[in-house]
């Protein structure tokens, strides 16, 4: 089956993977249409990218894990997700109660928030699954520039157990719809 990843800072792609957090908050990308959002792809790798990862929008716990790219020119695939849940947050209010959920600082959430004169978010809540094997791709000009898709074609990856269990997971999600409302 074709996969597609999902191109996410590095930081928080490997705290997706490690089972530190479930949640990402996107502006866009992931998919918009004139009909509004759709998620593109239910399951999908995660793609780490360092392209405008900046410290200064990560909470200060998590800016520790900064790294420079190990491996330019190449792409470390730490884990299938699978979306659980998506929520299109329409209110700053909103948005801001989700900080603790996820790894970004709230001056990160507002600016994404605002962005393009659009005012909203989205909210994934992600089951994460760590690839037993490491997935390790060239980059190729296909795969590079501000895009959030990347399909790989045919790709064969085997992930391993949940970085958090069911049970933990369906408390992030209660916790998720409480602050949402």
């Known amino acids: 089956m074709p996969l597609s990843a999902l191109k996410e800072w590095d930081t928080q792609s490997r705290l997706l993977a490690g089972g530190h957090l479930s949640l990402l908050i996107r502006k866009g990308g992931i998919m918009e249409t004139h009909d ?3 998620v593109e792809h239910r399951r999908f790798l995660l793609y780490p990218t360092f392209l405008h990862q900046n410290p200064q929008e990560l909470k200060g716990e998590y800016q520790p894990l900064l790294r420079d790219d190990p491996a330019p020119g190449q792409i470390h695939f730490p884990a299938l997700a699978e979306v659980v849940a998506v929520h299109k947050v329409e209110s700053l209010e909103g948005a801001l109660a989700l900080e603790p959920l996820q790894a970004l600082t709230a001056g990160a959430i507002e ?12 909210a994934l809540l992600l089951r994460v699954r760590p ?5 390790v791709l060239d980059e190729t000009p296909g795969m590079l520039g501000c895009v959030s898709w990347v399909p790989l074609g045919e790709v064969e990856v085997e992930a391993g157990d949940p970085a958090v269990s069911e049970t933990e997971l369906a408390v992030r999600q209660a916790e998720l719809e409480r602050l949402l409302g």
């Open 111 to 122: 600016r994404r928030f605002h962005y393009r004169n659009r005012p909203w978010v989205h």
């Open 131 to 135: 690839l037993t094997a490491p997935l």
């Open 36 to 38: 509004g959002f759709e």
